[in-house]
């Protein structure tokens, strides 16, 4: 079966230094990877979609890869702030067809320290 | 962007007693919900797919009379966990994909979080 593998210990980072969260999969490569952020208590927010025929994505200080040989995507926060502490969940989708077939990682909690 | 409204935020009950949590589509029509549960520092769960107008489709091992879902509308499902015991506490979220966004990405409610003394 699939596995979805992000660092379970949480991820300290000092404030204006970038956050790398990596995102780990066995077996075949999926036809979408998304991140959402997740506070405490409260349900996960969309962050950024990567298709399995790009290697790159960006939206303003957030970046994702998408290695398909390494089946690995990496997560980037550029100048990170406190208030980018948050847990953060990868979910890939192998049916493409829509998210029905998302599958979550259980989340790497992000601490960035004044 | 969408918007999906949980509703409550939180719920204490008896042990025994049924609780009913409504997701609502704010401002689009989802013809498909999805409900999840989450267990502290575990990841989201997905325990059932809700059709409007038909029955919901159910996750291995989750049982389908003691988690009864109802999609009436396009824009409302509901979850109702009956006779609710201790080990059903836990944290759950509704979600939806909106045609808007080409279906591939969830938005979800705030969450509901129950427990049941």
């Known amino acids: 079966s699939q596995k979805i593998e992000q660092n379970s210990e949480a991820l300290n980072i000092q404030e204006g230094k970038t956050a790398t969260l990596t995102c780990n999969y066995t077996?075949?490569?999926?036809?979408?990877l998304q991140w959402y952020r997740q506070d405490p208590g409260r349900g996960p927010v969309f962050l950024l979609l990567i298709r399995e025929n790009e290697k790159e994505k960006r939206k303003e200080r957030l970046k994702v890869t998408f290695d398909t040989t390494l089946k690995q995507s990496l997560f980037h926060i550029t100048a990170s702030q406190p208030a980018d502490s948050a847990t953060y969940l990868c979910?890939?989708?192998?049916?493409?067809?829509?998210?029905?077939?998302?599958?979550f990682g259980k989340g790497t909690h992000l601490i960035i320290q004044p | 962007g969408a918007v999906v409204s949980q509703h409550p935020s939180r719920v204490i009950c008896k042990s025994g007693t049924s609780v009913k949590i409504e997701c609502r589509s704010l401002d689009f029509q989802a013809t498909t919900m999805f409900w999840y549960r989450q267990f502290p520092k575990q990841s989201l769960m997905l325990m059932a797919t809700?059709?409007?107008?038909?029955?919901?489709?159910?996750e291995q091992g989750v049982e389908k009379d003691k988690f009864l879902i109802n999609h009436a509308s396009l824009t409302l499902s509901t979850l109702t966990v009956t006779s609710a015991h201790p080990e059903d506490s836990s944290f759950y979220i509704c979600?939806?994909?909106?045609?808007?966004?080409?279906?591939?990405?969830?938005?979800f409610g705030s969450g509901t979080q129950l427990s049941v003394l």
């Open positions: 077996n075949y490569s999926p036809a979408y």
């Open positions: 979910a890939l989708s192998y049916s493409g067809g829509g998210a029905d077939g998302l599958t």
């Open positions: 809700s059709n409007e107008g038909s029955k919901a489709t159910y």
């Open positions: 979600s939806a994909s909106s045609p808007a966004a080409t279906n591939e990405k969830l938005f």
